[in-house]
């Protein structure tokens, strides 16, 4: 056989990410490995049991911090994270004791690098503020207790 089939056998073998070839032409045969005379990586694969039986968790109770029942709760009305001021250095718009009209900015919620302004929606005095500045928060999350 020409040694340039060889060689060109041996490129399509290095293309095609084949681990080997077997050509017979006529009386002559040639077999091409990439792995010599070692053996082939073999690829296998473990199948796991599944557990007879769950361990049993039992859960305890879970004391969370939440909001005062006094009062109600402003949320946000977005996913984003939550700043107290208009910037980093300027006084907050609200504070606790604070009276709020409907319509007054409470806060921003950045979503999507867009800096939102969140308005009360009802007027009434500061009870609680339940975010802290650059906090992550979700919709619906209450970030503010007024009376």
Do not use: C, W
């Amino acid at each position: 056989m020409d040694i340039r089939k060889v060689k060109k056998l041996m490129e399509l073998l290095e293309e095609s990410g084949m681990s080997e070839i077997e050509i017979k032409e006529g009386e002559e045969s040639v077999k091409i490995s990439r792995y010599g005379n070692s053996p082939a990586p073999s690829h296998s694969f473990v199948q796991q049991q599944a557990p007879t039986s769950l361990p049993q968790v039992i859960a305890a109770p879970v004391i969370a911090d939440e909001p005062s029942t006094v009062g109600q709760s402003l949320t946000s009305p977005m996913v984003g994270t939550y700043y107290s001021a208009p910037s980093p250095t300027a006084k907050p718009f609200i504070t606790i004791g604070q009276h709020v009209k409907q319509g007054d900015t409470i806060g921003i919620v950045e979503a999507m690098k867009i800096m939102n302004q969140i308005e009360a929606e009802q007027s009434g005095t500061v009870l609680q503020i339940l975010v802290k500045d650059g906090e992550a928060v979700e919709f619906g999350q209450p970030l503010i207790i007024v009376e």
